[in-house]
């Protein structure tokens, strides 16, 4: 068993589970704006009115005799997405890429009927995905053509990116890339390999899967040293512009990059995890202590982004 | 937003704790509730018996029993005396056990046994009303000569006390003069004695007292002599001049004037026997919170099935607090939050070993059942519901299966809450499909280790016992918790899960 001294973690200013639900998500996020973030749907409608592109909603399913028109509507489209509207954790989303014959192919390459879709979507209105266990709706949404020059890093699925936002500022990213652990999806904890970005310029910084520092992606083989995100500083901006639209102080900024429509938001969480720092070999604690030690905060998002970039930015 | 100081908070907790634990010790202190199990209180066992002789008519018997004799207090009192009507009867300033039967005839023993606690609190019980000395008369030559031997005693003392003292010096035979040889014979020293102090305006009176030997039989009354000082009753031997009562001496009667009355009977004669028992501490607490209003605070006064609820729902928060420091500072993962408390609970009954086979086997037998079940795509509370059920037929099955094969401890399945199992299922299957085996073992073994620790904690006699009988205890219990929910360092698991950054120092 190999171990880290609690006072090595200090110095590094590693934020910890306790830490975090004490100091900064139950003082900074306000208990009325959770219902925005845990709701997908919900936070669709909050960020378009500040600006903030999220993928084309194609049908909600609200009932269960609705999923009978979900047949009907899947069966014109070559892909999408469904997603429970108060899922966590990217569970209980299905990704589908296109067809074969009567059936469905997953994003992993694995076949799916149409019954199983639908028994999918019974599911996620019985509330199996929701936090709580209480009854959801299923959002249907078009798929994200990821742009080739990240989507080539990742095996199958659309690597996204993280970003931290603190009271406005983005303190921290990472790119998720997805793996064959981690089925297509880009959760750290499933599997998916983390990227640390450098806020300053959006160049990858360290690499892990499964917590453990790597340099090549298991599955592509590709170097992950130096990969680029680029009009990064406005996709820091859209990320910051999410404080504005839901209130809370601190919470994580899921991005895809699509070929056609850009950075589009994929998701908002009032419950980042921790797994940023490691892909970043840095501690967050150092980066909020320096915002929460700010005297005059930025108004607006650009003036924060870049306040953020020349603080936090190493290159 | 608000960054409020977190010392109100710390004040607060601080306050609980501190609540609770002198709450306790005060009740250890007044009640004598004691901090360990098995704790053994000596009590004196004493058995007065009296002897008479019926005369063919009806009689009553009327005996003397203690009130509130000095460092005692009593347990239990009852009278064995078949065919006699028996009660207890208090009047002002005495305490009788009185036996009434219409036609006695022969010789009859009646027994009155009572069980006493050394208690060194107890004392007299207040007296509102000063007594006044008894006016004596005395003829010549005696008046003469008590005037005497009283002038002496006067001289050489300064209070009742030393009064009294010198006077039992006097009348001793080894210093005994003319006069106090004409006052004293050997039968009637102590009544003279008592009828003195009352003509020197102190008030007087003989008492009776048993010495406490253990395994005695046969034992009478010793004579003692107490008198008022003006504040309180003081008792002195009347042949040493000792003051006080000692330790293993137990005032029977005191202030009354009669010992034993019988009417209807002749021959009457009182005898005594004594054993030392020892009880446990906690029973003589138990008995005297009844008695003393204290008891309210805790829950001997409740029907003793409440109790036993009471006793399993007041382990409880044991479990709480294993599962909050389990998560908070160690970092266990666990399947549903409060699930190992619940089936902590059930091992309590069940036993650990038992209880450890039969939730497993009912939650393997479950997921795999569990499996077919998410092949039929049905609604989430439907499956649920029928999951419910089968886990239900489940340990019905494994009951049957364990008695016919001769496993009585097979009926304790049905301990283990059903609902609770059946989500348990359900969440284990799901996190199988989603996370894969490996995080089920993690979560299914670190949900067993939580429960594991919790019952042993919970299970141990001495919880069991400090949270029944020391409910306010709880408010520590509480104030841990409270205090760990403000703990913001790291995790132990925190400390292996960011190993990797020991790269980057």
């Known amino acids: 068993m190999d171990w880290i001294s609690p006072r090595k973690l200090k110095k590094l200013g590693i934020l910890n589970m306790n830490r975090r639900n004490v100091d900064y998500i139950s003082r900074y996020n306000e208990r009325e704006s959770y219902p925005l973030v845990d709701n997908k749907l919900k936070t669709k409608l909050a960020v378009s009115e500040y600006g903030v592109k999220t993928p084309e909603l194609l049908q909600v399913v609200r009932q269960q005799h609705e999923i009978s028109h979900f047949r009907e509507i899947a069966e014109g489209l070559a892909g999408f997405a469904i997603k429970p509207a108060k899922g966590s954790g990217g569970k209980g989303i299905t990704v589908i890429t296109g067809r074969d014959g009567d059936d469905y192919v997953k994003a992993s390459g694995a076949r799916i009927s149409v019954a199983m879709l639908e028994r999918h979507l019974t599911n996620i209105l019985a509330g199996l995905y929701s936090l709580a266990g209480t009854p959801d709706v299923a959002i249907v949404e078009d798929l994200v053509q990821s742009t080739p020059s990240l989507a080539r890093y990742s095996f199958q699925g659309v690597p996204d990116i993280r970003i931290i936002i603190f009271q406005g500022y983005p303190v921290m990213a990472m790119l998720r890339l997805a793996t064959k652990d981690s089925d297509g999806k880009a959760n750290l904890h499933q599997g998916a390999v983390g990227v640390g970005l450098d806020i300053g310029t959006g160049r990858s910084l360290n690499a892990v899967q499964f917590n453990r520092p790597i340099t090549l992606h298991p599955d592509t083989g590709l170097a992950l040293e130096n990969i680029q995100i680029d009009s990064w500083e406005d996709m820091l901006e859209m990320a910051s512009r999410c404080y504005e639209a839901t209130g809370l102080g601190y919470m994580g900024v899921d991005l895809v990059v699509d070929t056609q429509k850009g950075p589009l938001l994929l998701e908002l969480n009032a419950r980042p995890g921790l797994a940023i720092q490691m892909a970043n070999g840095e501690g967050l604690l150092p980066r909020l202590r320096n915002i929460e030690a700010l005297k005059r905060p930025h108004f607006s998002p650009r003036e924060r982004v870049q306040y953020a970039m020349g603080a936090f930015g190493k290159f | 937003m608000t960054v409020r100081s977190r010392a109100p908070f710390y004040a607060f907790v601080l306050l609980l704790i501190a609540a609770g634990i002198s709450i306790a010790t005060w009740r250890h202190i007044e009640l004598g509730v004691p901090w360990m199990t098995g704790e053994q209180r000596p009590v004196w066992m ?14 009553q018997i009327s005996l003397h029993i203690p009130e509130q004799p000095p460092g005692f207090s009593i347990l239990t009192e009852q009278a064995a005396s078949p065919g006699y009507g028996f009660s207890i009867i208090e009047t002002s300033g005495s305490r009788r056990a009185e036996w009434t039967k219409r036609d006695v005839s022969g010789p009859q023993t009646l027994y009155f046994k009572a069980q006493f606690v050394p208690d060194d609190s107890a004392g007299e019980s207040a007296r509102s009303r000063k007594p006044r000395p008894t006016p004596t008369f005395w003829e010549e030559p005696q008046a003469t000569a008590v005037r005497e031997v009283l002038r002496q005693a006067n001289e050489r003392s300064s209070s009742p006390e030393s009064l009294t003292r010198e006077l039992i010096r006097l009348l001793q035979p080894d210093s005994r003069t003319q006069n106090t040889t004409l006052l004293v014979a050997d039968d009637n020293y102590l009544q003279m004695l008592v009828r003195m102090l009352n003509h020197a305006g102190i008030p007087a009176r003989t008492a009776d007292a048993l010495k406490l ?41 005191q202030g009354s004037e009669s010992l034993l009355d019988v009417v209807g009977g002749d021959n009457s004669q009182v005898s005594f026997s004594m054993l030392r028992q020892t009880v446990p501490a906690l029973q003589l607490a138990t008995l005297e919170a009844n008695k003393n209003g204290l008891g309210v ?55 650990l070993v038992p209880g450890l086979i039969a939730f497993l086997s009912v939650v393997a037998i479950g997921l795999l059942l569990r499996g077919y079940l998410s092949s039929l795509n049905l609604l989430l509370v439907s499956r649920i519901s029928a999951l419910i059920i089968l886990v239900i037929f489940i340990t ?37 499909e989603e996370e894969g085996a490996r995080e089920v073992m993690v979560q299914g073994s670190g949900s067993l280790f939580v429960a594991i620790c919790a019952y042993l904690a919970m299970n141990t006699s001495l919880a069991g016992h400090l949270t029944f009988n020391f409910p306010e205890l709880h408010l520590v219990v509480l104030g841990l918790i409270l205090l760990m929910g403000q703990y913001t360092g790291y995790k132990l698991s925190e400390l292996r899960r960011f190993t990797p950054m020991k790269a980057y120092d």
């Open chain 2, 396 to 432: 019905a099955g494994l009951s049957i299966i364990g008695y016919q094969m001769g496993f009585n401890t097979g009926m304790t399945v049905t301990f283990f809450p059903m609902v609770i199992i059946a989500w348990t299922i359900e969440r284990m299957s799901i996190l199988w």
């Open chain 2, 213 to 253: 030997e253990d395994a005695r039989r046969r034992q009478q009354l010793m004579q003692f002599l107490q008198i008022h000082n003006g504040d309180r009753w003081l008792t002195f031997d009347p042949r040493t001049a000792e003051q006080g009562v000692p330790e293993n001496l137990l005032l029977w009667r």
């Open chain 2, 46 to 59: 004493i058995e007065a018996r009296v002897d008479f002789v019926g005369q063919d008519e009806a009689a």
């Open chain 2, 297 to 351: 605070l805790g829950f001997y006064q409740l029907p003793i099935e409440e109790q036993s609820m009471f006793r399993m729902l007041l382990l409880l928060p044991i479990g709480a607090l294993i599962v909050a420091f389990m998560r908070i500072v160690i970092g266990v993962r666990t399947s549903g939050t409060f699930m190992p408390v619940l089936i902590a609970v059930a091992f309590v009954q069940t036993t």
